[in-house]
């Protein structure tokens, strides 16, 4: 809400890390849906805004993982080092849809 970086919780990674299959993560970033529907009243849907959204290539932990606890790390080392490595990515991502969004749009942010 109000567009500063937020941390990922530890929990993504402890899902992953624990998951009995580890799980193809697909990274999502949308620029605009803040002013199609505000997050703050009133709550009206606004049509005709500037709309961006970005898939990032699937992203797979397998290696990381196995990895991870063929080297006995602990959970919350485990933990950290996925959640941190997908919030890498994610602030990859933004940057990307941020580009593409001036582009299209021709818009500063």
């Known amino acids: 809400m109000t567009k500063e970086n937020m941390r990922l919780k530890w929990g993504v990674g ?3 890390f624990e998951s009995p299959v580890t ?3 697909v990274p999502i970033w949308h620029i605009g849906m803040d002013d199609v529907l505000p997050n703050e009243p009133p709550y009206v849907l606004r049509l005709g805004k ?5 898939y990032g290539n699937p ?3 397998s290696d990381m993982v196995a990895k991870l606890k063929e080297r006995n790390a602990t959970d919350v080392e485990a933990r950290k080092q996925i959640t941190d490595f997908l919030q890498e990515q994610l602030l990859k991502l933004k940057a990307e849809t941020e580009e593409l ?3 299209n749009f021709k818009v500063n942010l």
């Open 23 to 25: 799980p193809i993560v």
């Open 59 to 61: 992203i797979d932990l």
């Open 101 to 103: 969004h001036k582009k």
């Open 14 to 16: 402890r899902m992953i």
């Open 50 to 54: 500037n709309l961006t959204f970005n």
